[in-house]
């Protein structure tokens, strides 16, 4: 009998580990592991590992909710990098209140992103050079570069500058 209960524990308990989805602990990993498992990693592989927010966003290529993010730190100075590749994207300078409801910022660098038109929609979208969606531009006549890079926040990390 006991060793049934010891069994039945053992199995709730992998079931609990197993649908919980805390998400890889990508902090622990080097910008080329990072990459190397972004580009390689399978849709299930990705789904389990990234928690489900970063799943809709980055894989799926969706939008999080409208000002919701859980980063803005346009009063600080600093880079945001992309939320597994680490490359760095924006600069802090470069964000504004472009009032989208998500991040706005008026430059990228370039060298760390990809655009894609979507096909159905015709967006511009923004990509990591890894393949991590980040969310499209638009054009804002009002910007001296005439882009409005419109982001998810959960697509970045923020590192301030000392």
Request: proline share 2%.
């Amino acid at each position: 009998m006991r060793a049934w209960f010891v069994l039945l524990v053992c199995l709730l308990l992998l079931l609990s580990a197993c649908s919980s989805n805390q998400g890889m602990d990508f902090s622990k990993m080097n910008q080329s592991e990072k990459i190397a498992w972004f580009k390689g990693a399978s849709l299930d592989e990705k789904r389990t590992e990234l928690t489900p927010q970063q799943y809709y966003v980055l894989v799926d290529q969706q939008m999080e909710a409208s000002i919701i993010g859980s980063i803005n730190y346009k009063n600080k100075n600093g880079t945001y990098y992309t939320a597994i590749c680490d490359y760095p994207v924006f600069s802090s300078q470069d964000q504004f209140d472009g009032h989208s409801g998500w991040l706005d910022f008026e430059d990228v660098n370039y060298s760390s992103v990809q655009f894609r038109e979507h096909p159905r929609t015709g967006e511009i979208q923004v990509l990591s050079i890894c393949g991590e969606y980040l969310g499209y531009v638009i054009d804002n006549d009002a910007l001296d570069s005439n882009r409005q890079f419109v982001i998810n926040s959960v697509a970045l990390r923020f590192e301030k500058t000392t």
